[in-house]
């Protein structure tokens, strides 16, 4: 059936949201024609808030409605070490976690020749520039180990090898709560590769 | 993690859609983190377009930008014939199905005692005064069967007993591509009690 038009551009501007289908999409605008008005207002105001308030933290490049951001402000955290994350996501994920008191450094993206990806297209020169003009001791590479990650990891390690920085790389191996015998063979690898001493 | 407030504002208003738990949201906020801001701001004045100009036809009750809707002032339709549903969306789907030519009538809900929906919080009055005052000749009962449902179409069959209106139930049974040893027993009865002969 015809949608009356505003229906039907409300449905194809949810279709475009990452996981929503036509089907939901459809579902999702039947439902804001039955919410109540403040609540869609609310939403709507949500969104274009979002992207006027919040822009890159000129020290870290995560989000954020203040600059610096909350985490690069704290002066109870760890300035001497920067975890180095391709996406916010993966910021909001170790942080998450809780135990991580220092920094961050934010890429917004991996290295991807094949995509057309390369060092200029994502935050590496910030990184450099933090590096060469603030104190940082060690700089931990969080990046993915699907091989975009890997590589961008690889690539940032040379790229800081001329300064004064230590570089680590954070464990791979078989995931908490996850059996042995179904681990692929190259998670096993690095897992075996990674193995520590047990104190007996 | 803190979320920056805006971030965390969208993140809410997005969990209070239908289907929607808190993780989708993050998602989709973070979605919009990344996305133009011209899709952004198409996304936030559809939402607010929809419930600006969309409203209820002062005919059928169904949703539109238009008074009466498409469907009602489509000249080429069946005046005489009115299908009652219980949800705009049953409209859509009947509509979608193709070979209804007839007008609808959306009750907007089904009536409901226990939740507190009786005839007067459904849009059936609107129903008996268009019957009364309009030439309609028969109104299909298009309501779910469900228990909810079925009360709602016995009761509105009931309300327009006095009129000289023909009152019909869509039919009950066993859905087309499903097999029969899979069906509950009261669709069965049902199945059974709506047979009809077969041209041998």
């Known amino acids: 059936m015809q949608y009356a038009e505003p229906i039907d551009k409300l449905i194809k501007a949810f279709s475009r949201l990452p996981g929503i289908g036509e089907k939901t999409a459809a ?3 039947l439902y804001i024609l039955n919410a109540k008005g403040e609540y869609v207002e609310e939403l709507a105001s949500s969104l274009l808030s979002v992207k006027a308030k919040v822009s890159l933290c000129s020290v870290c490049m995560s989000f954020s409605d203040i600059d610096p951001c909350a985490i690069c402000s704290d ?3 760890d300035v001497l070490t920067v975890c180095v994350v391709s996406d916010y996501k993966d910021m909001v994920a170790l942080e998450g976690m809780g135990g991580y008191r220092g920094l961050y450094h934010v890429l917004h993206g991996s290295m991807a020749p094949l995509k057309g990806i390369g ?4 935050r590496l ?3 450099v520039n933090r590096v060469e003009s603030k104190a940082v001791k060690e700089v931990i590479l969080a990046t993915g180990f699907d091989s975009e990650g890997e590589a961008t990891a690889l690539y940032t390690a040379r790229l800081l090898k001329p300064y004064n920085v230590k570089t680590t790389r954070i464990a791979s191996g078989v995931p908490v709560g996850s059996f042995v015998e179904y681990m692929d063979g190259a998670t096993l690898v690095r897992a075996m590769q990674g193995r520590k001493d047990v104190a007996g």
């Open 119 to 122: 060092p200029d297209e994502i």
């Open 75 to 77: 002066v109870s955290r």
């Open 27 to 29: 579902r999702l605008a």
């Open 125 to 127: 020169k910030e990184l």
